[in-house]
């Protein structure tokens, strides 16, 4: 049976509209945490669904934001003043590695990391490829929380995984190996399987591995590759986030892809000049591209 209780999902993309439409429709109350109150509309799936706005949380609520990496240290230093946010449980989903997470996270927050793939084109949202998730914390909780259920029947299929890290460090060396090389050759993701060299994928991967392993998470690079190379099959005419961000001149999430692996390798005592490579030509492109379509 599902209880139905109150949450705040903070995020416009497509990942959080996603989860506000599936939520509502399991008549879990949603309200969405946006720049203006009022309401809000999402179409998905040629039904449209209202939901209220809010610009701060109005009581107890378990917050779902989907964000950028770079909007989670100014969007928890806004919780961090709203006295409800003390009693409030959050789940959170963005791309990559922040350095300092350790002091920006509380330890009861959660992790959410989902290979969905989603898109937005105005107010409609497209669940373009269907992917699973993954629950867990960064401290290794090792009991589910009692929201698992209702998170499980809005969007399944979702795992409980006590210890989130494998999985997170697993997507960001997925997000490393795809996002900035389908900028540098400004294409969809299946054409990387003709555009990248083993070589290159593998120099990647062996520096992220070796950086998990300084963070105590095993992984194993022939598995990343082979991860990577599925995932580019399963999402092939999906345009990656970055490519996206990079087109429309958004901020890019390369410093906690790619840049994060260059600093903390840099950190822990040695380079990895792989990753490094990928972000500097990344942030060359776009900052060229901001100057020629000015
Ligand atoms: O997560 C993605 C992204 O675009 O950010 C991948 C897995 C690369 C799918 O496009």
Redesign the pocket.
């Known amino acids: 049976m599902t209880t139905k209780r109150q949450w705040c999902v903070v995020g416009q993309g497509a990942l959080g509209s996603l989860m506000a439409v599936h939520l509502a429709k399991q008549q879990q109350r949603v309200t969405l945490k946006l720049r203006h109150a009022g309401s809000c509309d999402i179409r998905f799936a040629d039904h449209t669904w209202s939901f209220d706005a809010v610009q701060e949380i109005q009581q107890p609520s378990i917050i779902f934001a989907a964000v950028k990496a770079y909007q989670v240290a100014p969007l928890l230093a806004e919780f961090q003043a709203q006295a409800v946010f003390h009693k409030s449980t959050l789940i959170l989903s963005y ?1 990559g590695i922040l350095t300092n997470e350790a002091e920006l996270l509380r330890p009861n927050d959660w992790h959410w990391v989902t ?1 969905h ?1 989603a898109y937005r084109e105005g107010n409609e949202v497209i669940h373009g490829g269907q992917g699973q998730s993954w629950l867990g914390s960064l401290h290794g909780q090792t009991a589910k929380p009692d929201f698992f259920a209702d998170l499980e029947q809005a969007l399944p299929p979702l795992h409980w995984q006590a210890d989130i890290r494998q999985r997170r460090w697993q ?1 960001l060396a ?2 490393c190996l ?2 900035p090389y389908t900028v540098i050759h400004e294409c969809c ?1 299946g054409e990387l399987a003709h555009l990248v060299t083993q070589q290159e994928w593998q120099d990647v991967a062996q520096e992220i591995t070796r950086l998990a392993a300084h963070h105590g998470v095993e992984l194993n690079p022939d598995d990343l590759l082979q991860q990577a190379q599925q ?1 580019v099959k399963q ?1 092939a005419l ?5 490519l996206q961000d990079y087109l429309h001149q958004r901020p890019l999430e390369i410093d906690y892809l790619n840049g994060f692996v260059a600093a903390a390798s840099t950190a822990a005592g040695w380079s990895a000049p792989a990753n490094e490579r990928l972000c500097e030509q990344v942030q060359s492109l776009s900052s060229i591209k901001s100057i020629t379509s000015k």
Do not use: E
Request: charged share 10%; aromatic share 0%; proline share 0%.
């Open positions: 791309n290979t793939g997507k997925i997000n795809i996002n993701n995932v999402t999906n345009r990656s986030s970055m």
